[in-house]
């Protein structure tokens, strides 16, 4: 069993900066796969990044490339989320995900447990 708590959003204004945190519990977390999914209002929940057990294997949607880094420190059991040249469209509540494979993935089904989001609201 793995909890997530995720934890760093609120109010930035365009162009600005802020550090999402992923804390899991369990002694195992450091074989899991971890990603962020987004969810705006009225819209479906996207893929954000995902980041593989060790680190060493990132990916990211489009929209967020270049201006998003996923990265994580197993010996904190915690996933970030660091986001630069933060854009309005980039408002929603976002979710760290976890995945038993060890191997993050961009759907959203694959992975077995969800934290409860944080908000992000970005001003322009």
């Known amino acids: 069993q793995v909890q997530l708590v995720e934890s760093g959003g609120g109010l930035v204004q365009a162009g600005g900066s802020l550090r999402l945190s992923c804390a899991a519990s369990?002694?195992?977390?450091?074989?899991?796969?971890a990603g962020w999914f987004r969810q705006a209002p009225g819209k479906e929940r996207e893929f954000v990044a995902a980041?593989?057990?060790?680190?060493?294997?990132?990916y990211y949607a489009d929209s967020v490339k270049g201006r998003f880094t996923i990265s994580r420190d197993n010996a904190k059991n915690t996933v970030y989320l660091q986001m630069n040249s933060l854009k309005p469209e980039d408002t929603a509540v976002y979710y760290c995900?976890?995945?038993?494979?060890?191997?993050?993935?961009?759907?959203?089904?694959?992975?077995?447990?969800w934290g409860q989001g944080t908000q992000v609201t970005v001003s322009s």
């Open positions: 995900a976890a995945v038993g494979t060890g191997y993050g993935s961009s759907w959203s089904r694959a992975y077995d447990y």
């Open positions: 369990g002694r195992t977390f450091s074989t899991y796969g």
């Open positions: 980041i593989n057990w060790s680190g060493g294997s990132t």
